[in-house]
């Protein structure tokens, strides 16, 4: 658990006295408005076309399909390129997706299949554009202040949320969608506008990108083998899932059990949005009181009740007292585990974890409003309720499976190789597999003890790159350890030797340090197949080369 001095840093708000942040932070608020409109708008106006509780919940999951789909793509697109241009196309595309749809409707042709393709395309954008957002906040503030900062973020939200709602209803009631649509299209062009005046340095890698299903793997396997990432991932999608009834079924909720209209679902989510700009406000102070773990068991079994809560109320008031703990529930438990990543993932996969987080969240909401729907259709909405609710509480024992440890702040700063391998037989980036194998003469009395760190050692290895780690002893000479795993190119093994943290490297040290020879650690690279790497004539053309992979004895 961090220490109140360095959590409070300033306060909630601390993030905003740098300039580059409270810029882009102040125009989120406008694209989260124009985001909002469009929910209550393509939501609203699904009950006009369709009677079916499942098609309306369907505009919720529409939303955050491509939150789903795109995003884990877009956080590796923004791993490999310029984070300031990727966020710039995703805003972009969204703009212009959401000014057709005002278009379509304008001129009467929506249907509920076209406005929920027209959701998932604004959406898709968005997602392009979340991750390049979120893995930049590191660059615009601060170590201490990031806490606050990704606090800062939701809280950008929620305010819209606590408002844009019921603004949306009531332009709803008075123009009609197609202005909602519209105004949508308009309020992205703020957010665009400020990251295109950010002067962001840009230091490009000495190597060129990874493909794109090679980077995603890289990012998936990274967060596999993270247990803190692994962890907070799986407890989202968990709540997510469990949790999704209230904005899914809210213009539901304010039809049938409050007998309301457009602007009594406005209300609902803002209530919501109430909630969790009250709860974002607070993450600095409850991570610094309380473990993450506790804090988190606690918002479930307080969501979870007022959701059951919601089921049973006919009355406006106490709804909205609900829908006010929902949204505190939901946002603090989202902050506090969006922190854990942000504070365990170095820099070169930071948008991929990020958006594996983005992708669990939204995938556990979407897919629980698709489910939630189906039940409401079946039983009815207060039952939907009632059950999510009792699920929601239950997602607490999930700690006692799967619990958030709390663990020093590890050095997450990259870690400059000063030697470079020499490789006398012709590679390029292609050339491989690679076998690296790394020779320990260790004190038999140790083993025990450096078997226990390079157990440790072998997490390092896999999360940033290596593939079939082993661990061997000989026995005939029992001092003598050889780890070993693969690379499956050259290129790839030169960036694996980019991704060591501090952290890493003290690992590194811990298992060095057992190693008993004068000459260190002796490490081998071997060309698996080295056949393939020969060409039929020495003198034909070899496409694959790439002058960048190829290193020379003594460079």
């Known amino acids: 658990m961090a220490t109140a001095q360095e959590e409070e840093a300033g306060g909630a708000f601390a993030p905003l006295r740098e300039r580059t942040f409270r810029n882009i932070w102040t125009a989120s608020l406008f694209s989260n408005f124009g985001q909002l409109f469009l929910g209550v708008g393509a939501q609203w106006e699904m009950t006009r076309l369709s009677n079916s509780p499942s098609m309306v919940a369907l505009v919720q999951t529409a939303m955050m399909i491509p939150l789903m789909l795109v995003t884990l793509p877009a956080g590796a697109i923004a791993d490999m390129f310029d984070r300031r241009r990727i966020a710039m196309t995703g805003l972009t595309f969204s703009a212009v997706s959401a000014a057709i749809l005002a278009a379509v409707t304008f001129l009467g042709l929506t249907t509920p299949w076209l406005l929920l393709a027209f959701c998932v395309l604004t959406g898709a954008g968005v997602a392009l554009f979340s991750p390049s957002w979120q893995a930049s906040i590191p660059e615009q503030v601060s ?97 997510g899932l469990s949790t999704a009834t209230a904005s899914a079924l809210a213009p539901l909720i304010a039809k049938d059990l409050l007998q309301g209209n457009a602007a009594t679902f406005g209300i609902l ?45 006919h009355s406006l008031v106490l709804t909205c007292l609900a829908f006010l703990v929902v949204g505190a529930g939901n946002i603090l438990t989202v902050a506090m585990l969006n922190v854990t990543v942000q504070l365990s993932a170095p820099r070169w996969v930071t948008a991929r974890a990020l958006s594996l987080f983005s992708s669990a969240i939204t995938a556990g909401i979407g897919i629980g409003a698709w489910g939630w729907g189906v039940v409401a259709a079946r039983h009815d909405v207060a039952f939907a309720l009632v059950a999510s609710g009792l699920a929601v509480a239950a997602t607490a024992l999930l700690g006692m499976v799967l619990p958030i440890r709390e663990e020093p702040e590890a050095d997450m700063d990259s870690v400059e190789i000063g030697h470079e391998p020499s490789a006398t ?131």
């Open 425 to 555: 037989l012709p590679l390029t980036l292609r050339s491989g597999p690679l076998v690296v194998e790394v020779e320990y003469d260790v004190d038999p009395e140790l083993a025990r003890e450096f078997y226990e760190v390079m157990m440790t050692m072998q997490r390092v290895r896999k999360r940033i790159g290596g593939f079939d780690w082993t661990i061997a002893r000989d026995i005939e000479n029992p001092a003598l350890w050889t780890e070993r795993y693969h690379c499956p190119t050259w290129g790839d093994y030169l960036r694996m030797r980019g991704r060591y943290t501090q952290a890493d490297y003290a690992i590194q040290a811990q298992a060095d340090g057992f190693n008993r020879s004068n000459n260190g650690r002796r490490v081998r690279r071997r060309l698996e197949r080295p056949f393939g790497s020969v060409r039929w004539k020495a003198e034909s053309y070899d496409p694959r080369q790439e002058t960048i992979g190829y290193i020379t004895p003594g460079t």
């Open 143 to 239: 170590r201490t202040h990031l806490p606050a900062a990704v606090a800062l973020g939701t809280i950008s939200y929620n305010v819209a949320r606590s408002f844009g709602p019921a603004l949306g209803g009531v332009i709803v009631v008075i123009y009609g969608v197609k202005v909602v649509f519209g105004m949508t299209s308009l309020l992205y062009l703020p957010l665009l506008t400020a990251f295109f005046f950010w002067r962001r340095r840009h230091v490009p890698s000495r190597l060129p990108p990874e493909r794109i299903d090679r980077a995603i793997l890289t990012g998936a396997r990274y967060a596999l083998h993270a247990p803190a990432v692994r962890t907070a991932l799986l407890r989202v999608l968990g709540f």
């Open 269 to 313: 989510l803002g209530a919501q949005g109430v909630g969790a700009v009250g709860g974002a406000l607070f993450v600095s102070q409850i991570r610094a009181m309380v473990s993450t773990e506790w804090a988190i068991r606690l918002f479930a079994i307080a969501s979870g009740v007022a959701l059951v809560a919601i089921g049973f109320s």
